[in-house]
């Protein structure tokens, strides 16, 4: 993409985040995630239904008349996205590739923490981290952000999510909400996504594409595995060929269920051309 279109497609994912933000996730998003506790605001007048315990009896004494200590949620808190930019997140069979879809829903999560008073940062990882974005605040910081996710070009193609999780273990201090948005088309990562999710809110966000489940039949094709460049040929015209592929499809998926609930972490798995906006406003939904 030249300058103009990317400045275009960075303008429209500003305004479709937003319109999602204020009209759909605003409220979700926060109760979903909670902040650092309770802070003092403000003293007023006790009404009916307040609690006896937050009674002011200092300043009550003085004015001669019953006053309630009123406390609002700290928020400050951090989100750190995590995006798989390896070279599997560049198929997609269906209005867009699963980078398009990890692209997207870092832009709406992100819009949604600093409408929020949180602040958001960004990690893309391949099978090192290519690139870290620190945590903060701001609309443009969140462009920043949205900018390196269209344009970002990785030196590797592979992908390690273990590599990724240290990586952030490394660079944070405090408990972070953590969305992992990758296909997890990888292995080995259980020990460290448990390790991760003890310290941190942890949220995996698994992508996958229609041909990704099912193989058309075809005839006889030629697939290339885009992490390692190995080619294989394929009868689809085979039933069983099909059914094989189809089920270890349904093995990476189940796998990951799997290992998240093991981990004590969240999962939310999402198709290429699908409703991802449905999809994560049920599961904030389900978290609040």
């Known amino acids: 993409m030249d300058t103009a279109e990317i400045l275009k497609k960075v303008r429209e994912l500003e305004i479709k985040s937003k319109r999602l933000t204020n009209h759909l996730f605003t409220g979700e998003y926060h109760t979903a995630f909670k902040g650092r506790g309770m802070a003092f605001k403000e003293v007023r007048e006790y009404q009916p239904g307040d609690d006896i315990r937050f009674i002011e009896w200092n300043v009550s004494a003085r004015m001669n008349n019953t006053f309630s200590k009123l406390f ?24 867009q ?14 819009f949604s923490a600093i409408s929020n008073n949180d602040k958001a940062g960004l990690v893309l990882f391949s099978d090192k981290v290519e690139k870290y974005i620190p945590a903060k605040k701001g609309k443009d910081h969140i462009l920043y952000m949205v900018r390196e996710l269209l344009t970002f070009n990785p030196a590797s193609t592979q992908t390690n999510i273990v590599k990724a999780l240290q990586y ?10 953590v969305f992992i948005l990758s296909d997890f088309a990888d292995a080995g990562y259980k020990d460290a996504l448990r390790a991760a999710a003890k310290r941190h809110d942890v949220i995996g966000v698994q992508v996958y594409d229609r041909r990704d489940e099912q193989l058309p039949n075809v005839g006889l094709m030629q697939v290339v595995d885009a992490e390692t460049g190995r080619t294989v040929w394929l009868d689809t015209s085979d039933t069983f060929t ?26 939310v798995q999402v198709e290429t051309g699908g409703d991802y906006v449905k999809a994560l406003k049920e599961f904030f939904l389900r978290r609040a």
Do not use: P, W
């Open 72 to 95: 609002e949620e700290e928020r400050e808190l951090a989100v750190y996205l995590l995006a798989d930019v390896s070279a599997s997140s560049l198929f997609g069979t269906f209005r």
């Open 97 to 110: 590739s699963k980078k398009d879809l990890i692209t997207e829903m870092c832009a709406v999560l992100a």
């Open 168 to 177: 952030l273990n490394s660079v944070t201090k405090h408990k972070s909400i």
């Open 242 to 267: 099909r059914v094989q592929y189809n089920r270890q499809f349904l093995q990476v998926m189940d796998d990951a269920k799997l290992t998240f609930r093991n981990a004590g972490a969240d999962l």
